[in-house]
Every structure is written in structure tokens, then in C-alpha cells.
């Protein structure tokens, strides 16, 4: 075990991965010498060399369209998308391309062993281009899996199960926490189940629902709310594609209760997707509105951003409703 | 109009292949580091008023670079962005421009803005992200825009202004103006996809539009020899039919009169020009970036030598259009303004919180209005939780 906080974690996975598995290869702009703009891949041009850790030029579609080459050769690419406002130029790649590469050949090729590793969501003062939260875009595209981490241990265990994978997987890192979020990470090699969520508390009141940098917000409300005398039950749903509905149902059926809240604008978000399920599964066992607590259905603000946030007051306020209802 | 299919090919009887780096397209300069013409240049047609306006827009983006970059180390504004040691490639760009051209920038291009007339107060109204900002404190510092200008509102997606720049171009075309589009952009950001599309739109259509790269070495970290291989992005223009000049981007009397003809051949032409003006980024890319981490001091040294403001000063001072001790004096008085238009601009409000859900559509949706009501109840009810706009929150 090691202290390290969440970009050490990352760089610890890649290290890992590239050491166990010459295809596992990493590039990206700005990833070789410089070992990224957050300094996700440091060391690994060092150790791994240039033919394995490199700079690209600057086209997020070049590198998707590149990474799927690469991928369909039977390599492991894990392409950087600098910023995930960013990685729009490759959405044509990524949808149309990488999801479909299995499904559209009969299974005559896949791109199995393709990661796009991208920071996400907001809170750093980045304004609307700096701060997307794009997730919702991808959980429609069948053929990938997307997933986001919250903290060092995930962020290890889920990137190490992400390159190991047989399905290409967009994996989100939440870049408020990257230096923010430590933790006692365990330095061998070990892989978490990319399709189950975590309970992080149990509690009988109400199932509080987050993911990634979210979860921290949601953590902090549900603390509010407990001293208002609510029990939470708060779960990290982990993986956006495909997600774990047995674990959110289950914890509804016990609590009776879901407020679920994510950073991207409220519409066409992914909470709209799971009340929808949890509102079919679990019907006769709601005892409330399932609950959404969002960003506002606008672009990603500057000025106003404390104010536009799905904050831990909002949230609780949100709690406190459900189970006042 | 070249139409090979048309025409009767060229042939030849054994297999030959064009070299990559067969094209070496040369430099166009006129000023030495001393400030003297090289021996067979002509200094371009500047008056003095011209020139000085030209030389001031360098020297006050120099020093507003210098105090805001101070500024964001002692934490008054959240990010900053200098364009030292490139001050000649877009004050002297634009100076060649008609006032009613289009500019459509990157992020690096302060100069040809202050050159437009954007004013101390607009430059710390937009950094500080207060309630007089013309983008309303929606975007991160830098991202300026004016349309009083013809300055189109800086988007942080690299290249996306590249095609844009040409359908704007088409458009003034159509519109029978007499103006053309200029398009800044780094030669990092040309590699996106939206340069190559946008090149090729604009030469297929014939827009009027200069395509303005400012090569200055590095992308962040990436230097350009990692970003592209062969004759730079020059050569680029050519393989899209696209006439292309490359320019000593630390010489603002070549960046100028290159600027100048590239426009009368667009203007005249109803077609694009491509200029590609060598530079060098001497400062860190951002303020969140430290190029100790990926180049040599040595390396910057040298550049500094080139240093485009003495470059133009001394060759001012040769024309004894400037006097030396004034121009000491401007430079320390601008110093003192800029520090007071700060302190100025950070005692302006934050936007309303009503510009929250304004401007997302022409006029904000039922949804957009009934969210904004919740905040404001939620605000209400935890009105020390948010300070700025507690208080605004009827
Ligand atoms: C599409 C896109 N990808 C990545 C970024 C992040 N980014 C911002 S500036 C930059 C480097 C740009 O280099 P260049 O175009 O050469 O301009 P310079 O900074 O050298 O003036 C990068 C990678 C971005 N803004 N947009």
C-alpha cells in the first residue's frame, strides 16, 4: 500500500500495464517528454521509450481514428483526449467508428483493446470549454463502455480492467480531484469489475446516486442530511456503459427513495435514464418523485459557476424533499 | 483553372516521386536585428503616425502581458495568457487590414485587438470576468471579442475558427463587401481537421480570406518538429492551390507589408492567401504551464535576441520618429495604468445572476426560466452559501 492521490494512481496503472504488455501503448498531445498537461503519463516516455510513449499532433480526431488503427491491429492504444471539451473533433471516430468496428464486421475485426483516457467535468474556473461533462453524449452509443472514477484505488483498478477489456472503453477522470483526491492505494497489479457500482455507506432512508467528481458533493450532503437524523445509502455508479441496474434497484426497493445528481446539464443527462429504469423496476416500492439534482440546461458558466453547480446544498435540499415528500 | 483530367497530362516514362521536402519555401524579411534595412529591402510604405501606432500596440501588450501575468501569480485573476515575443506578428497583421475586415483569432492575438481600439478598461473588464465584460463573464480570461471591432469572440477549441474564417469570408463575398477575413491560428492548431477543411473550402469557393499562422515553435509542449514533418505550414497552402508567403514573424515591417499584399490579392482576387510568420514563443504557454519542464534556457536566450519590439524601436529610432526619453516616460505611465484599471475593474460586480440562462437561445426557454426560479428559492433559503449573488436574488 502507498499514499498517492489520483493522477499518481493513473500514472501508476499505465506504468503497470506497460510493463506487463509491450502492445500497451500511450500518446497523445503533449503525453511523451512532458508526460501530459496533468502529468498523467510522466516517466513513462523515460522508461518505456518514444515508440511507446509519444507526442502526437494536435488532432483529437487523428488520434481516435489513429488509436482504432491500432486497436484493430491488435495493439492496446490508451489515447489522451487533453480536455473532454475536446474530444468533439473525434466524436465521429469514437461513434460511428470505434463502437461499431465489431458490430458492422460480423466480428471480422474489433477494437478491443482501445482506452481514451480524458478529464472531465468542472469546478476549476475552466468555463464552458474547460469544464463539459460529456458523458450522456457517449451513453448512447452501444459498442463502448464508458467509465469514471472517483478516487486513487478506482481510478487504478478500473483503468488496469479498461486496458485489459476486450471492448473499447472512454474512460472520464475527474480533474477537480486529480490532486485532490489521496488515498491508500494498493501498488500491485489489480483490476475492478468495470460493470458494477460500489455502495460506499448503506442506510435505509433514501439511495443517494452519483459518479465520479459528483460523488464528493453527494458525500458531503449526505452527511448534511444525516444530521437532520435521513439514513443514506450512497452508491458510485462507476460505470456509465453499461451501468449496474441490479444494484441501484436493489437499493431502492430498500429505501423506497432516489435522488440522483450529475454534474452535465440536467436534460437528456444520464439520470434521466436511470430514474427512468428505477421508476419501471421499482413502481410500487417508490415512496417519492425520484429526484434529479443537475447542472442548469445551459452551457458550463464562469462568473456564476458556485451558483450554476450541483452543489452538496442542493443535493441535500433535494434529499430532504424526497423524504419529506 | 487546372483541370487535370481535362487537359493533356504531363508524363514521364520512369517512375518519379516528389519529395516531401522538395518545396523549401524562403523567409521574408526586411529589418535587422540593428535595426537597418537588409541591403536590398524596401522599408514598406508607413507613415509616422502609422508606425508609432503600430510600435505603441506592441509596447502596451507588452506591459499589460507583464502586470497581468503578475496579476494572476498574486491570485487576482485565475489564468492568464501572453503572446511574448510575438507582438509584431499580429499588431503588424492587423495594421495592414482595413478596420472593417474580420479578424477571427485564436487565443494569442492581444495585439491586433488593442491595435483595433480594444481599451485598457475592455481588456480588465473581460480578465476580472465583471458584469461589464462584453461576454458577460462567460469565458475564461482572454477569450476577447468585440463586434464594434469586426473581432470575432475567441472559442477555445483549437481550429474551429478555420472553416469558420472561410464561410465568413464567402459570406462577405456574396455580400459584395469590400473586406476580407483574417484567421489567426498556431501551427499547432494546424493539424486539426477543421484547417485542412477549411483551406480546401476556402480555395474551392474562392473566399477572401488570409489565413494567418503564427509558427512560433511549440504547441504547449509539443515543439513543431514533433507536430508536422517537411517545409512548415507554408507548404500547406500550396498543396490546397492556395498562394502562401512565409514571413520573419519577429519583423513588423515584413509581417506588415506581406499582410498587405496577401489582402489586395484576396480583395482583388476573391480568393485565399496563406502567410506563415516564423516566431517564437518566448513565455510559458499559459500561466498553468512551466516550459522549464521541456526546453532549454539556451534556446530562449537566443530567441530573446530577436526581440521583435527592439527590433521595430531601433528602426524607429533611425527614422527619428521616436524620441527616446519620451517613450520611457509613456512606458512608465502605462505601467501605473494598467495597475489602476485593475484595481478598478475588480471592484465591478459579477454578472447578474439573471445572465445565467440569457443568450443560450435568443430568448430563454420556459425550462431555462422555471430552473433559474429554483435557484433563486434554493439561493434564498442558503443565502450565505453564495455570496455574490445572495443579495441580487429578488
Ligand atoms: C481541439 C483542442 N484540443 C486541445 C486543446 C488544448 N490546447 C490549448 S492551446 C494548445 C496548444 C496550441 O498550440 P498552437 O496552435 O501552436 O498555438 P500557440 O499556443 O503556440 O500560440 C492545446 C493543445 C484545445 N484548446 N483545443
Redesign the pocket.
Known sequence: MAEMNLLQAINQALDLAMARDKDVVCFG??VGHFGG?FRATSQLQEKYGSARCFNTP???QGIIGFANGMAARGLKPVAE???A??I??AFDQIVNETAKFRYRSGNEFNVGGLVIRTPYGGGIAGGH?HSQSPEAYFAHTAGIRVVIPRNPVQAKGLLLAAIACPDPVLFMEPKRLYRAAVGEVDIAYYETPLDKAEVVQSGCDVTVLAWGAQMEVAAKAVVLAELEGVSCELIDLRTILPWDQDCIVDSVLKTGRLVISHEAPLTGGFAGEIAATIQQRCFLYLESPIARVCGLDTPYPLALEKEYQADQLKVFSAIMDTVNF | MNNLRNSTPDCVYQPQFIDGHALSIPTFTLLQADGCLFPRARAPNLNREQALKIYHSMVFIRILDERMLAAQRQGRISFY?Q?LG?EATTVASAAALDDKDMIMA???EQGALHYRGFSLTQFMDQLLSNEHDLGKGRQMPVHYGSKALHYMTIS?????QIPQASGYAYGQKLRGEPNITLCY????????GDFHAGLNMAAVLKAPVIFFC???????S?P?HE?YISDGIASRGVGYGIPAIRVDGADALAVYEATRLARELALSGQQPVLIEAMAY?LGA??SSDDPSGYRSRDEETRWRSQDPIARYRRWLLQQDWLDEAADQLASDVLRQEVLEALKIAEKIAKPHIDTLITDVYAQPTDLLHSQLAQLKAHIRRFPEAYPLSAARCK
Open positions: 498531445e503533449d498537461v494536435l488532432t483529437e483526449i487533453q480536455f471539451d475536446y468533439y473533433p470549454y | 495568457l503572446c510575438e485564436q487565443y494569442r477555445s477549441p483549437l481550429g474551429t491560428f498556431g501551427e499547432g492548431a494546424a493539424s486539426v503564427r509558427n512560433n515553435g511549440y504547441a504547449i509539443t513543431a507536430q514563443r504557454h499559459s
